[in-house]
């Protein structure tokens, strides 16, 4: 029997050493002090505006204890670099806050911070500072993520406007059908199907050419990112920009996948969980209804379809699901935390 | 037998709008938008630099379940402000995650709010952002402030020089002795005395006004603030210098309660508490020999006392604890996360 080394066998200082230096690059000139020191220290280039967003994940609520901690070092990253896209800005440092406990095995940790890693690289973000403490409880993850975007050019929520066309990136529910999946939820024989959902899930894809193009271009009136689903998330636009919105439920892209789940016989609540689920970190935006080339140029220059779902009309945020033109009374909301 | 209204009862969005909207300052004109949107978009003034930093307390390890949340709330921002001091910088704004129990009561919730709000008026830092998630385990909270420091002015851990006298703000040990009191640890009488280092222990007091001074007058080359212990992190400070240090326990100041239980029996085992216990949250920072008249101004300016304990030495991240002038080597060093 191997005795498996744990994450208390190096100690705090050790740890981070050995696990998190090489999260920090180098070569990034803003970063005046990165890790290492009481709080980090940043130069914000002039006519830039910095943006800072925060989200945890809990082992047992967002993670279960065999989720690879690989893949969750990608998502935790990946997760609030949604967030900066949905902004419309460029992600830029981080800071890890790290809760485990001293039982942890040290691979975990080391799993977790090659996940961390390439994520930062792949999309040219470094840590810059954090903590690392010991959890009697669960895992849990803090990332606070800083991005910089043009003066006066972030991309709020709450500037939608009644006849507004909504779009929405790539597509919607493969994540909560590939969780739905592994509950046991639903039954899909197609194991092509199974993998692209699940992938879905674990690794969400940070929309930020999309977010960048759209400030650019100054196309998106207003912009947001579907994690507590794709319903509650345009709630939260109208909710911010005082609107309402009709959305059509026919025209919310999907994948081969979810398409293949839609097709089988329980249509009507599984299309409730592609509209509900969560976690698809697609983004949200509104724009004015004459923007059909822009639309196309993005597409083409981002790889990333973007689809129109819906318009902005007046009303105090309500969103009206519309199906085959009538409205629809949803059975459930998005993710509840509490 | 009365029922008591649980978090879970609110639900997330609701919970945020009635505990945190007021944490929120609204006459900040740096924040272009705080709370209620992908991220916060924040005016940095040109000619500053940004400064982060994290902290996370943990339920069971850093507070317990019994912990009175409104002294909670105050402990969780001050700790963070001790690092913004620690750089010679001003705190601005900072993001909360949020991770309890569905079953928290909804009055320890707004008794947590009313301690952060309270420090956060008191140190005119606003919550500009977090997250709030249901915690399967105990209650994590994680905050991320920033600061504000002029270009190239911060005060790093790096820089001390041999031949710089090293200084410590206020009186260290009391609150390691307050949580060794409560802990049952060591035997106390005076009432006043024990409910001086309790306070030292739960209100850390972020020595803002004497950080920034050291940074406004370039008095201090280094400075560190004490939560790991006053040797370990004046350890710190010789690691990132490259450089040793001497300690003189004989010149380490101390409260009128330290100084009694000092006077008690056990004296060598409370000193070595006083030098290794941590969280005293007070600033260590080095500064050449021929500044005694900046620092009567600081003290006179900041009502806090600051005492010389020692000075910066040729040697490699070592420091020497000296008694009546003999080395003296402590049985531990400083609090050990994992």
Not at 211 to 222: N, P
Request: some cysteine; aromatic content about 4%; charged content about 25%.
């Amino acid at each position: 029997m191997s005795i498996e080394k744990t994450v208390s066998a190096l100690g705090e200082f050790q740890l981070i050493e050995t696990l998190f230096s090489r999260l920090v690059m180098a070569d990034d000139k803003r970063i005046i002090k990165g890790v290492g020191d009481d709080s980090a220290v940043l130069n914000i280039p002039r006519t830039q505006h910095l943006l800072t967003t925060t989200d945890t994940l809990i082992e047992g609520v967002h993670f279960n204890s065999d989720t690879d901690p690989f893949i969750l070092g990608r998502k935790a990253l990946r997760v609030n670099l949604s967030d900066i896209a949905a902004m419309g800005g460029v992600p830029h440092w981080y800071v890890l806050s790290l809760a485990i406990p001293s039982t942890t095995s040290l691979k975990w940790a080391e799993e977790f911070a090659r996940g961390l890693d390439e994520a930062g690289k792949r999309f040219n973000v470094s840590l810059v500072g954090g903590d690392m403490v010991a959890s009697t409880g669960p895992i849990i993850i803090t990332i606070t993520l800083n991005g910089l975007v043009g003066e006066g050019r972030a991309i709020m929520r709450s500037s939608a406007q009644v006849g507004d066309r909504i779009y929405v990136t790539g597509t919607i529910g493969d994540s909560a059908l590939g969780l739905a999946h592994r509950l046991g939820r639903v039954k899909i024989s197609d194991a092509h199907h199974i993998e692209f959902l699940k992938h879905r899930h674990q690794i969400p894809e940070p929309r930020l050419s999309v977010g960048k193009m759209l400030q650019d271009t100054a196309i998106a009136r207003s912009i947001i990112d579907v994690s507590d689903g794709l319903v509650a998330d345009l709630e939260h636009i109208c909710s911010a920009s005082g609107v309402g919105a009709r959305l059509h439920a026919d025209k919310v892209p999907l994948s081969d996948a979810a398409r293949a789940v839609l097709d089988g016989d329980d249509t009507n609540r599984m299309m409730q969980m592609v509209l509900t689920g969560g976690e698809d970190y697609e983004l949200i935006f509104t724009a004015s209804a004459d923007i059909a080339d822009a639309i196309s140029d993005i597409t083409d220059q981002t790889g990333v379809a973007l689809t129109e779902i819906g318009e902005i009309v007046k009303g105090e945020s309500v969103v009206t699901v519309c199906r085959d033109g009538e409205p629809w009374v949803l059975e459930r909301g998005g993710w509840k935390h509490f």
